[in-house]
């Protein structure tokens, strides 16, 4: 996780999670790299928790491993909270992962995504980049109610982004944030037939691994993706 993505979840937990009471808390993606320094775990020294770090590898910061890679291995409305930090960006049908956050989410508790807007192609794969307008899409797709969406775009000239401007060192990412919070109305029981069949054949699909990336043809550019995996900058 780098240094910016970890200081918007900060903003998140500051924002939306009181300081009294004890809360269940579901960290999606929680596994770091050996590099790595900084974690959501930290975040959340001063709050009474049970945290539970879930991810599809085993490693440091994981308490769960998901034997299925749209299964997250909690039970149906057990969690205040949940937290997805530069995760997203990897998963290749993550709607599904969506309705699965929904399904674990207690009624009125929240989820916090943060994940790149732009940035290099990284990681074994790397599918996706978000805008706000993402994040509606996906509190429409899961039933969930989007309480914040925003985008750490550079400054702007009249109607361009000002790309050159960027701190390349704090804001590289260019991360995007959504607030998501499961209501009393949440639609259990048609969303639980969707989800069921959605998660099924993510599950079965598993990947990307079976469908090959074609060779570029003479003259276009490649995919952009490095003879070896790259990791993002160490927090």
Known sequence: MHRSA???MELCVK???PPQGRHRVVDLGSRISPKQTLTHRALLAEH???YIGVDV??????????KKPYRIPVRSASAD???????????PFFWASMLEIARILKPGGHAFITAPSRGHV???????????????????FSGLELREAFTDFPPKNGIWHQYGEIDAKNAYWGDTVGVFRKTNKYPRIPLFAVRELT???ANRIGGVERTPLPEPLPGRPDCG????PVETPAG
């Open 122 to 140: 990284h990681d074994a794969q790397d599918c996706w980049r978000y805008y706000p307008d993402g994040y509606r899409a996906m509190a429409a």
């Open 225 to 228: 993706r490095p003879k070896q």
């Open 81 to 91: 909270y949940v937290f997805s930090g530069q995760a997203f960006e990897h998963i």
């Open 6 to 8: 970890y200081e918007h």
């Open 57 to 66: 590898l085993d490693g440091p910061n994981v308490d769960r491993v998901m």
């Open 199 to 201: 998660v099924w054949w």
């Open 15 to 17: 924002e939306y999670m």
């Open 48 to 50: 009474e928790i049970d």
